[in-house]
């Protein structure tokens, strides 16, 4: 391991933040043996080598980025190695994620999975208020849309162990995946729910329903209360942005 510390020079202070931050901070959601190797993974990414730490793209804190890496902290173990799986049997199509798991045993994905369940997450910033679109709370039954809040929760939380949760998740990434089911890059859950829901959007409705997703606060704390109206919210330092460009996602 410490070959690959050596290797990228600019992770190892990232490595050495995470290691210091790791310590017995994440051991309360598990097993505490089991939690140290998923960090092992977490940090040297394991059989994938340095290339595939995930803590340089997904973070320290697992919280992702703006744009195009998720979340993984506080998802749901079973459903995090369950995505694991699929890149590394190509049912779920991503070139970085994909050479990354494939590489990885089906131990260190499960290990690994199991060590962001248990991280906790919280959000960097207090989520913009945005006025929910119709189809989140209450679907379309005349075009065969079932609400998104049915699967994913009125706040964004995620419904049990297989829906997961939308707050957080960074809007850009959201919109991808709704694109990335329409054209089949994407097809490991069970019956195809979201292939199917996805080709039922079109391109506007999809980037509105993310940036609206990704705002809700989940059930998780929040370091700050949420925006309680419109004026506080052109006020909030993320209005900016939050609002995404107008072509955005076509
Ligand atoms: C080079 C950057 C990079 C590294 C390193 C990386 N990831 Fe990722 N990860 C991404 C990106 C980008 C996505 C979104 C891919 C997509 O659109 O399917 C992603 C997606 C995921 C997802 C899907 C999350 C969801 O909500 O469905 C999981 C799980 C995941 N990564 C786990 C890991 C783990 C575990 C590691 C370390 C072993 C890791 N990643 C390393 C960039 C990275
Ligand atoms: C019948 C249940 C169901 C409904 C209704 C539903 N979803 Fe999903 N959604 C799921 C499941 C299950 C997954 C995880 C799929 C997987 O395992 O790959 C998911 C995943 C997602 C993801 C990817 C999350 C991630 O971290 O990668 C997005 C985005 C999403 N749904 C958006 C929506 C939107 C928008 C709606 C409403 C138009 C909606 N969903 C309605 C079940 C549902």
Redesign the pocket.
Known sequence: MMQCFSRSRGLLPLLLLAMSAGCGSYDSGGPAQFARTGEL??LS??D?GA????V???GVDGAGDDM?????AG?DGG??AA??HA?ADGR?Q?P??QA?AKQ?TGRQ?LL??HY?AAMPYTRKAPPPAMAAPALYAQGDAGRGLPSCASCHGRQGEGVGSGN?PLAG?PAA?LA??LH?WRLSM?RSDAGNVMQQISLRLTAEEARLLAAYASSLPGDLPSREPRAASPAEHRAGPRNDASTPPPHEGE
């Open positions: 993974v977490a990414g394991g994938a290339q595939g730490a995930c340089t793209c997904h195009a890496v998720p979340r993984l998802l459903y995090l995505q694991l890149y779920r991503h970085q994620m990354i990885m994905r690994v999975a962001y997961p998740q990434y991808d995946q990335r994407r």
